[in-house]
C-alpha cells in the first residue's frame, strides 16, 4: 500500500524559508511522478511542482517559480520542496501527491496523496 507522509511544516516568519519533505513508501516508483499541492483556507488546493522521480526533472508552477525547487532523493525515497523567502500568502497546508504520469501529478486527479503538513506564516 502506497503511503505518502510529509513533514517540515510549521510556524514561520515572512522572510524564512523552509524545506518541507515527503517520504514515500509501498512500491518501487521508478517510472512514476511526484508532486507538490498546497491548500489555502477558502481556496482550490494549487499545484506547485512536480518531479519525475527516476530522471528527476523538475517542473515549477508560474506563481511560485523562483522561490520554490523541488528535489528528490531516491535512495531515501523522499522528495523536498524548498520555499524560499515565504509570505504570509504561502500560509497553506501543503500536500504531496504520486502518480505514473506526469501530467496527472499536475492535477488534483493523482492517484495517491499524503495528509498534508501545515505552514503558517506570520506577518
Known amino acids: 500500500q502506497v503511503q505518502l507522509v510529509e513533514s517540515g511544516g510549521g510556524l514561520v516568519q515572512t522572510g524564512d524559508n523552509l524545506r518541507l519533505s515527503c517520504v514515500a513508501s509501498g512500491r518501487t516508483f521508478d517510472g512514476y511522478a511526484m508532486g507538490w499541492f498546497r491548500q489555502a483556507p477558502g481556496k482550490e488546493r494549487e499545484f506547485l511542482a512536480a518531479?519525475?522521480?527516476?530522471?528527476?526533472?523538475?517542473y515549477i508552477a508560474d506563481a511560485v517559480k523562483g522561490r520554490c525547487t523541488i528535489s528528490r532523493d531516491r535512495a531515501k525515497n523522499t522528495m523536498y520542496l524548498q520555499m524560499n523567502i515565504l509570505k504570509p500568502d504561502d500560509t497553506a497546508v501543503y500536500y504531496c501527491?504520486?502518480?505514473?504520469?506526469?501530467?496527472?501529478?499536475?492535477?488534483?486527479?493523482?492517484?495517491?496523496w499524503g495528509q498534508g503538513t501545515q505552514v503558517t506564516v506570520s506577518s
Open positions: 501527491n504520486a502518480d505514473k504520469e506526469l501530467r496527472v501529478v499536475t492535477t488534483t486527479t493523482a492517484a495517491y
Open positions: 518531479i519525475t522521480w527516476t530522471a528527476g526533472v523538475p
